[in-house]
């Protein structure tokens, strides 16, 4: 009776240690639901807060975002290279050349001719004073024909002077025509670069070209000055 009495006592605490191992693991496991939960949100947190950069990132990289700050589109020209590759442009350059040439040879000759004569002049008074041959009437006479030769290659020089002007304004022309003939091509080729600006080096001169007025801010300025 006893050993009946101990083994269902026995048979009880076995089942009710069985009950409570199961209800402590049930226990546990929503707390480990519960921490992998508070991963699973950490992680998608972050992952939100990361897509939202990128498309933060993105929102600055995008065409809307450029329009505030719109690149202009800038030519180059190399003038002498194009009037030296352009036969129609050479040669009006080629013959306004060859004219201011021949002027400035021409000026060249006459102060030549006149120091050539000086020099004679000189070395001949120096030859009769060292024979003895120089008095003062003669030293006179011979600075008087100096002096008229001076003025004389003065009145050459100067005579050239309508030639050159004629030779500046023919200068003009032709920078005109040819500035004339670059600009249709610019306008030409222009139809399909849209460029803005257009760099013109002339010589020892780079000046610059406006192809349309959307960066003109000369209004602008005016009115901040005058206000």
Known sequence: MKNNTLTGTLAIAVVILYILHFSSNNNTIPEVTDEKQSIDLDSTLSTQDSSANMLSLSD???????????????????MFKVVEKCPTLKKD??????????????????????????????????NMNAIGRLDEATYQQKMQEMAQKQKQAEQEVLALKPKADNLQRSQINITTKRNEVVQKAIDEINEKLQLDYVLVQDGMNTSVFPLNAKNDITDQIILVINK
């Open 93 to 126: 350059i080629k013959k306004l050349e060859n004219q201011q040439a021949e002027i400035q040879r021409q000026e060249a000759q006459i102060y030549k001719n006149f120091e050539n004569d000086k020099n004679k002049m000189q070395k001949a008074l120096e």
């Open 60 to 78: 600055t990289l995008s065409l809307d975002s450029l329009k505030e700050a719109d690149y202009s589109r800038i030519g180059f020209i190399n």
